[in-house]
């Protein structure tokens, strides 16, 4: 069975930084791409960072160079490294796994809170 589990949400003031954490298990096979979705109070979910087998990124315009997305093959796991952290940024993060023909699989979502 297929699990997806984020961790390193949690509360930071204006111009902090987190590193969000994401370990899927259970997978068999390669993962072709690895990202974070976030989703805000009435707004719809939206792109945050991909990163796909080889290494090529894709950022969101309103997180790019404030954001680094990086994932270690061998332990199936992504990171996001977030860096000037903005009120705006607030969201619920999530995770997902691109297995291509296999599927994909999310995580339960971990919360990010921009406050002072």
């Known amino acids: 069975q297929v699990q997806v589990v984020e961790s390193g949400g949690g509360l930071v003031q204006p111009g902090g930084s987190l590193r969000l954490s994401c370990a899927a298990s259970?997978?068999?096979?390669?993962?072709?791409?690895m990202g974070w979705y976030r989703q805000a109070p009435g707004r719809q979910r939206e792109l945050v960072a991909a990163i796909n087998s080889g290494g090529r990124t894709n950022y969101a315009d309103i997180v790019k160079g404030r954001f680094t997305i990086s994932r270690d093959n061998a332990k199936n796991t992504v990171y996001l490294q977030m860096n000037s952290l903005k009120p705006e940024d607030t969201a619920v993060y999530y995770c997902y796994v691109f297995l291509g023909a296999r599927g994909d699989y999310w995580g339960q979502g971990t919360q990010v809170t921009v406050s002072s």
């Open positions: 259970g997978i068999i096979g390669s993962i072709y791409t």
